[in-house]
């Protein structure tokens, strides 16, 4: 456990765990990480809030990586809002986290603030964890049938790890124009099987009823706002029962295009292929993600 006070920064992942209680949880908040991906996308207004939502989810979950590896998430449709991926990357050096994020939609596709009506049928949210040869693929979807990522989420965790869950999600702008995105959940231990036969059920229902009832008075101002710190959330919140709050995780805005691998994969292409997408002997590839321009000079991809 980490006993220092951490200054007032955004852009951090805290887990923590509820004193006396098989309760633990993680708080995250992004604010210029976000606000970067956001503003360099320049997505409408309620497309960047689920973006902000998702990417905020997306580093909450992501930071429960143990070994270095990547977890996605991905809504998507076969509707005018085709898809929207968001990743985190974590790095086995430190515990510092990148984050990036793009979404695909028609254009002129009309606005609407429920999930299951913006992404319309046959839509779902898949998450996949990959952590190389530390730990075997692991990938649960779940169908956005709700109003909110919220929802979803919640669902993901019901089906993915039969553990009761309760999380809330925002994104909004602050007064200057600037995004800021939060996350937090709380869920059960898992338990061993003596733990269980040693369990006060009646005892552990109120806790967990006190502590959902808790997370449900928190305001979407709190969890966004940056002057607050993240100890501070935690201790208004759970303050009669005490919480312990741990080791922090770092996140940043940050991409892992690169031009050897555009390149590698431009030179298995057709050459006709190649020849009609140049512009006056030059191909550009413009990443997904953070936007950057790759550009090649196709006489040098034939050689």
């Known amino acids: 456990m980490s006993n220092k006070t951490l200054p007032l920064l955004e852009d951090q992942c805290l ?17 210029p990480s976000v606000d970067e991906i956001l503003k360099n996308h320049n997505y409408p207004d309620h497309v960047s809030k689920l973006m902000g939502e998702t990417l905020a989810f997306t580093a909450l979950i992501g930071s429960l990586m143990k070994y270095e590896g990547i977890l ?21 050096e430190n515990s510092v986290g990148d984050i990036r994020g793009y979404a695909s939609f028609q254009d002129g596709m009309e606005k609407n603030d429920k999930l299951n009506e913006l992404f319309g049928e046959n839509s779902y949210m898949a ?36 553990l009761p869950t309760k999380v809330m999600l925002a994104c909004d702008k602050d007064e ?21 036969q040693n369990r006060d059920e009646t005892e552990t229902k109120d806790h967990w009823n006190t502590a959902s009832i808790f997370l449900a008075s928190l305001k979407t101002s709190e969890l966004l706002d940056p002057t607050l710190s993240l100890q501070d959330l935690l201790m208004r919140l759970y303050h009669e029962s005490g919480v312990r709050i741990f080791d922090h995780t770092e996140i940043v805005a940050g991409c892992r295009c690169s031009s ?8 298995s292409l057709d050459l006709d292929d190649l020849k009609d997408t140049a512009d006056n002997g030059t191909i550009t590839v413009t990443c997904d993600f953070c936007t950057k321009d790759h550009k090649f000079d196709l006489a040098k991809l034939l050689h």
């Open 15 to 31: 887990p923590f765990q509820i004193e006396g209680q098989d309760i633990k949880g993680r708080i995250v908040r992004l604010g």
């Open 127 to 162: 998450i996949t964890i990959d952590q190389g040869k530390f730990m075997e693929r692991y990938q649960g979807i779940v169908s956005l049938d709700g109003e909110n990522l919220t929802k979803a989420a919640e669902e993901y965790f019901k089906s993915s790890e039969q």
């Open 72 to 92: 996605t998430t991905q809504l998507k449709s076969d509707g005018p809002f085709r898809v929207l991926v968001s990743d985190f990357h974590k790095s086995d």
């Open 260 to 267: 050897d691998k555009i390149r590698t994969a431009l030179s």
């Open 176 to 196: 200057s124009g600037k995004w800021q995105a939060g996350a937090i959940m709380i869920q059960h231990y898992a338990r061993t099987a003596e733990d269980e």
